[in-house]
């Protein structure tokens, strides 16, 4: 099937578009490039534009109606960046989002996965959390992924569409075939930031927040493999419609934690980054960054019920991909 991607030429879009093609589907992206790379692009159906250009979106669907789902991953994504810069993540997430659904519905293009975070989870005892945990968007970044649940949910309420939102945790690695991986210079992620240090290009690595409740007071999370999470993307466009039915009753919006179900803190995933590179590296503790939670892990339950999916790569082989990658991304990459 022919799977439209906005954002994919992004980190985890191009995953997904990897996926797809190894599982015999076409994607056809639509990007700005604002932060994603054109060589991601390369030899894949390619629109460089904007979510909220109408008429593009329309180009796009009259030159390939046979489009089955669309895939939304297209966003800005930068905690610290959010609390500096809030009119520009509500207007690109927000305001670009609901423009493009209401692209989307108008055309008769209903079915939408749509790029959630579990940034939006408040902090609960034991930080384990299903999709009827409390929420709390810590940040203006996961405020937008929540506004954007809320109009996916009501545009499916209102409209013949029907969504799903895959509440993404704490993605790492790259694509085991070294297609793509992360691609900012300079990475906030935390895997990305491991790496930079063991290749030399950071100094140390600041473990930020030390005084969390949780059992070493460094925040937890729940790290997933990116391919098993561009994996589960296969599943809810091949599903799609199964959702919905194992779902039940007339529901026409599904919210699915996307996470491995365990929890590992900040500490531990250090541990097992020196563990697979194979030497110390140099840390230094640091207070939380603006925006900061304890965190959360998920409980995956709803992914196995409802797509038949679960994580299976272990956090080693994110590390080895995410090291791996750092390696070679300059052979693919070029900056100016
Ligand atoms: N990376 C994470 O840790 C993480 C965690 C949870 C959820 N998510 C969500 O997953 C999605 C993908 O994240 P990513 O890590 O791949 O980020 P990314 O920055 O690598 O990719 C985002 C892509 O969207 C494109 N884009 C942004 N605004 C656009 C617009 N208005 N029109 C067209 N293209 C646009 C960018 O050029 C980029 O290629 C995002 O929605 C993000 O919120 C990411």
């Given at each position: 099937?022919?799977?439209?991607?906005?954002?994919?030429?992004?980190?985890?879009?191009?995953?997904?578009?990897?996926?797809?093609?190894?599982?015999g589907?076409?994607p056809?992206?639509?990007?700005?490039?604002v932060t994603?790379?054109?060589?991601?692009?390369?030899?894949?159906?390619?629109?460089?534009?904007?979510?909220?250009?109408?008429?593009?979106?329309?180009?796009?669907?009259?030159e390939h109606?046979d489009i089955?789902?669309?895939?939304?991953?297209?966003?800005l994504i930068?905690?610290?960046?959010?609390?500096?810069k809030p009119?520009?993540?509500?207007?690109?997430?927000?305001?670009?989002?609901?423009?493009?659904?209401?692209?989307?519905n108008?055309?008769g293009?209903?079915r939408?996965?749509?790029?959630?975070?579990?940034?939006?989870?408040?902090v609960?005892p034991?930080?384990?959390?299903t999709?009827?945990?409390?929420?709390?968007?810590?940040?203006p970044y996961?405020?937008?992924?929540?506004?954007?649940?809320?109009?996916?949910k009501?545009?499916?309420t209102?409209?013949?569409?029907k969504g799903?939102a895959?509440?993404?945790?704490?993605p790492?690695?790259?694509?085991?075939?070294?297609?793509?991986?992360?691609?900012?210079k300079?990475?906030?992620?935390?895997?990305?930031?491991?790496v930079?240090?063991?290749?030399g290009?950071?100094?140390?690595?600041e473990?930020t927040?030390?005084?969390?409740?949780?059992?070493?007071?460094?925040?937890?999370?729940?790290?997933?493999?990116?391919?098993?999470?561009?994996l589960?993307?296969?599943?809810a466009?091949?599903?799609?419609?199964?959702?919905?039915e194992?779902?039940?009753?007339?529901?026409?919006?599904?919210?699915i934690?996307?996470?491995?179900?365990r929890?590992?803190?900040v500490r531990?995933?250090?541990?097992?980054?020196?563990?697979?590179?194979?030497?110390?590296?140099?840390?230094?503790?640091?207070?939380?960054?603006?925006?900061?939670?304890?965190?959360?892990?998920?409980n995956?339950?709803?992914?196995r019920?409802?797509?038949?999916w679960?994580?299976?790569?272990?956090?080693?082989?994110?590390?080895?991909?995410a090291?791996?990658?750092?390696e070679?991304?300059?052979t693919?990459?070029?900056y100016?």
């Open positions: 099937m022919k799977v439209l991607v906005t954002g994919g030429a992004g980190y985890i879009g191009s995953t997904i578009c990897s996926a797809l093609e190894d599982y589907h076409t056809v992206i639509l990007d700005s490039l994603g790379r054109e060589e991601f692009t390369r030899g894949r159906i390619f629109y460089r534009g904007d979510i909220a250009d109408a008429a593009l979106v329309e180009r796009v669907f009259r109606p089955y789902a669309t895939i939304h991953c297209a966003a930068v905690v610290p960046e959010s609390v500096e009119y520009e993540y509500y207007t690109e997430n927000v305001c670009k989002s609901l423009a493009l659904f209401h692209t989307l108008r055309l293009y209903g939408v996965v749509f790029s959630s975070s579990a940034s939006i989870y408040d609960v034991g930080f384990m959390v999709e009827e945990s409390p929420l709390k968007p810590g940040s996961a405020r937008t992924k929540y506004m954007m649940e809320m109009i996916l009501d545009f499916c209102a409209y013949p569409m799903i895959l509440r993404y945790f704490n790492i690695g790259a694509d085991p075939k070294m297609r793509s991986g992360i691609h900012v300079e990475p906030s992620h935390v895997l990305g930031k491991l930079d240090t063991a290749l290009k950071l100094p140390c690595f473990i927040g030390t005084t969390w409740p949780t059992r070493d007071g460094t925040g937890i999370r729940d790290y997933i493999h990116v391919w098993d999470l561009a589960a993307h296969i599943q466009v091949e599903q799609f419609e199964q959702v919905f194992r779902l039940g009753g007339e529901s026409r919006y599904a919210v934690n996307l996470g491995t179900g929890g590992v803190t531990e995933l250090v541990t097992a980054f020196e563990k697979v590179y194979g030497k110390e590296i140099c840390k230094v503790e640091r207070p939380p960054r603006p925006g900061d939670v304890a965190g959360a892990y998920a995956a339950d709803t992914a019920r409802l797509l038949g679960e994580a299976r790569l272990p956090i080693e082989q994110g590390i080895a991909d090291l791996r990658w750092g070679i991304r300059h693919i990459l070029k100016d």
